[in-house]
């Protein structure tokens, strides 16, 4: 199996976010479709946060793709 690398990671948490918004189980919907673990997932939204590509909405408590986090996966496609 081929390596991936961390913008393609980065793309595919961001797409499922887009997908799966509205969902109660937005981790656990995220680790199954990007294969990673937990510990994986929070590093790359710690990292998906810090560079403002994703927000976390504490009245939904969910994480929520910005306009940079949107304009990255314009330019990734």
Request: some cysteine.
């Amino acid at each position: 199996m081929k390596k991936r690398d961390a913008i393609n990671i980065i793309r595919f948490i961001l797409e499922v976010i887009i997908e799966c918004n509205k969902a109660k189980s937005l981790m656990t919907m995220t680790m199954y479709k990007v294969l990673l673990n937990h510990p994986e997932l929070k590093e790359f939204w710690t990292i998906l946060s810090e560079n403002n590509l994703l927000s976390f909405d504490d009245d939904a408590q969910t994480f929520k793709i910005t306009k940079k986090g949107l304009r990255f996966l314009k330019n990734t496609q």
